[in-house]
Nanobody, 120 residues
Framework: VQLQASGGGSVQAGGSLRLSCAAS????????PGWYRQAPGKQRELVARISSGGTTNYADSVKGRFTISRDNAKNTVYLQMNSLKAEDTGVYYC???????????????WGQGTLVTVSS
């Protein structure tokens, strides 16, 4: 199983980006995929996550600006980021717990990270 993140880039403050994270391999189901970010010199932090039922959680700093969604048919999770600020700069990682077969164990997977740079 692999998670492939894409969609990062450089934008000016106030701009938008959409990140995608596609899971590939032998997948039975995906539990609570989410996005984390790590700014230079800081610890990795949760940005947003979404349950299999569609319940979402966001960091306070991104509420009202970011939207997480998932397409179960494509095994893909998205992060729409609007009204970007300089403090949103960092490497964004997708994460998910995935099991390859029914009744099998969930294993934790991370994508490779995609860089988001917001200039003020």
């Amino acid at each position: 199983v692999q998670l492939q993140a894409s969609g990062g880039g450089s934008v000016q403050a106030g701009g938008s980006l959409r990140l995608s994270c596609a899971a590939s391999g032998t997948i039975f189901n995906i539990n609570v995929p989410g996005w984390y970010r790590q700014a230079p010199g800081k610890q990795r932090e949760l940005v947003a996550r979404i349950s299999s039922g569609g319940t979402t959680n966001y960091a306070d700093s991104v509420k009202g600006r970011f939207t997480i969604s998932r397409d179960n048919a494509k095994n893909t999770v998205y992060l729409q980021m609007n009204s970007l600020k300089a403090e949103d700069t960092g490497v964004y990682y997708c994460n998910a717990q995935i099991r390859a077969r029914a009744l099998g164990p969930f294993r934790d997977y991370w994508g490779q990270g995609t860089l988001v740079t917001v200039s003020s």
